[in-house]
């Protein structure tokens, strides 16, 4: 089993960027398709993006493509979620999720990850 923790969530202005770090423990990520969600207040969990483990597929939301590139370090074990460009309405907790099958593809739906982090805040604002 999986155990996963985020990190580098922070206060950041409006146009800034962060990096994220999903770091996994208790088993190797390489086998794991891996995605990044987030919650903002008072709304529903949405996809942001997900990483495949086998043949590097990647796939984004709309509301983050161009500014988001999610990448792994299978060696580190780690998955990062670089944002830059930030905007105010990026503003949320970001969750990061893993589910063990080694495919040439990644998912947008939270249903279909059976092992999430703790989450880190990121709040975008001036």
């Known amino acids: 089993q999986v155990q996963l923790v985020e990190s580098g969530g922070d206060l950041v202005q409006p146009g800034g960027s962060l990096r994220l770090s999903c770091a996994a423990s208790?088993?190797?990520?390489?086998?794991?398709?891996i995605g990044w969600f987030r919650q903002a207040p008072g709304k529903e969990r949405e996809a942001v993006s997900c990483i495949s483990s086998s043949e590097i597929v990647t796939n984004y939301a709309d509301s983050v493509k161009g500014r988001f590139t999610i990448s792994r370090d299978n060696a580190k074990n780690t998955v990062y979620l670089q944002m830059n460009s930030l905007k105010p309405e990026d503003t949320g907790v970001y969750y990061c999720?893993?589910?063990?099958?080694?495919?040439?593809?990644?998912?947008?739906?939270?249903?279909?990850?059976?092992?999430w982090g703790q989450g880190t805040q990121v709040t975008v604002s001036s």
């Open positions: 208790g088993s190797s990520l390489n086998y794991y398709v």
């Open positions: 999720a893993a589910e063990r099958n080694f495919v040439s593809a990644c998912y947008l739906s939270g249903e279909l990850y059976d092992y």
